[in-house]
């Protein structure tokens, strides 16, 4: 096979809206210091306030340092091309941003499942929880978070190194991606697809099927207490992971899980979008409001009674 002499891509993210590309490097620089600021508050809340010092703060903490990082990886980028009106990266960069764009997006996603594991235990087994979620556990299970995700994107990002592109190099989406490199590649990617739809299908499908089973057994323990009040108190807890994990898998079955994964288009794009900056923009907020502990300690941080 003919190798590619293609050294550079051409990122051409939001192409059908070129005439509001300015108004969307603000949006996106506004929702870059948003993220940043939110989730740097929660992790100092986390490191600074002892009353804050369990594992569920601490997997909240590291949530947070999980999306400084993820959100870091795409709209630099993009913003750095915009106000620089540099639209290329080199295939090694590509292939880099891909890889820590995926090790630090499934990172998330197994920390998720072991919240809603952690969320299991205090609920249902609160005598035990002491015993089981040790910090000795807790620390074991985000090394493995961090280590199994780091194996599962060098699959992708090797795979990726070997494709050819013998065509173009346009690569239409603000930052690079499976499906949009999929597109422009003349090689054969029936063994990418049927990775992706296994071993891809094992990781999201696995750890969602994780956290439904746990969310079952919470609902069940929760509906079984007689005490309405603490019944809202157990439900408020878990609400707010709930909505995350549901903003976390939608777009990421939309963008991945689909039929035509290696098509294009401004759909794929806003829904990137979502979980790439509205996800990790929000999260701190969906932790935040509707959790009393964290609203008093950022009282206490601000000297506020």
């Given at each position: 096979m003919?190798r590619s002499?293609i050294?550079?891509?051409v990122l051409?993210?939001f ?5 509001k590309?300015?108004m ?10 948003i993220a940043l600021?939110g989730?740097?508050i929660i ?5 600074c306030d002892s009353k ?5 703060y601490?997997?909240l903490g590291?949530?947070s ?5 993820f959100?870091?990886?795409?709209l630099?980028k993009?913003l750095?091309?915009?106000f620089s009106s540099?639209?290329?990266?080199s295939?090694?960069a590509?292939?880099t941003?891909m890889?820590?764009f ?9 920390l998720m499942?072991?919240m809603?594991l952690?969320?299991y ?8 929880y ?5 910090w000795?556990?807790?620390y ?11 194996l599962?994107?060098?699959i992708y990002?090797?795979m ?17 991606d499976i499906p ?6 003349c090689s ?12 891809g299908?094992?990781m999201?499908g696995?750890t969602?099927v ?6 079952v ?8 207490v007689s005490s309405?009040v603490h019944?809202?108190k157990?439900f ?9 994990v549901c903003l976390?898998y939608?777009t990421?079955?939309f963008?991945y ?12 794009q806003v ?6 900056a509205?996800t990790?923009m929000?999260n701190?907020?969906?932790y935040?409001l ?6 008093q300690?950022?009282k206490?941080?601000n000297g506020?009674?």
């Amino acid at each position: 096979m003919n190798r590619s002499n293609i050294t550079h891509f051409v990122l051409f993210g939001f192409s059908d809206l070129s005439d509001k590309q300015l108004m969307l490097a603000i949006i996106f620089l506004v929702v870059y210091l948003i993220a940043l600021t939110g989730n740097v508050i929660i992790i100092l809340l986390v490191k600074c306030d002892s009353k804050l010092h369990n594992p569920m703060y601490f997997f909240l903490g590291n949530l947070s340092f999980i999306d400084i990082c993820f959100i870091s990886t795409t709209l630099p980028k993009f913003l750095v091309n915009y106000f620089s009106s540099r639209t290329t990266i080199s295939v090694t960069a590509c292939i880099t941003q891909m890889y820590f764009f995926f090790f630090i997006g499934n990172t998330e996603i197994l920390l998720m499942t072991v919240m809603a594991l952690d969320r299991y235990v205090a609920i249902c087994k609160p005598l035990h929880y002491t015993v089981v979620m040790s910090w000795k556990t807790c620390y074991m299970l985000l090394i493995s978070c961090w280590a199994t995700s780091s194996l599962h994107s060098l699959i992708y990002s090797l795979m990726t190194s070997r494709l050819s592109f013998c065509g173009s190099n346009i690569v239409r989406h603000f930052f690079c991606d499976i499906p949009p490199i999929l597109q422009i590649t003349c090689s054969d990617i029936s063994v990418f697809r049927l990775v992706i739809y296994t071993e891809g299908t094992l990781m999201v499908g696995g750890t969602f099927v994780a956290i439904l089973m746990s969310y079952v057994y919470i609902f069940i323990t929760i509906l079984g207490v007689s005490s309405l009040v603490h019944q809202r108190k157990l439900f408020s807890t878990c609400s707010s992971h709930l909505t995350v994990v549901c903003l976390l898998y939608c777009t990421d079955l939309f963008t991945y899980m689909r039929p035509s994964l290696s098509s294009n288009s401004l759909y794929n794009q806003v829904v990137s979008v979502m979980y790439t900056a509205i996800t990790p923009m929000v999260n701190p907020f969906i932790y935040s409001l509707r959790n009393n502990d964290v609203i008093q300690a950022f009282k206490r941080l601000n000297g506020s009674k």
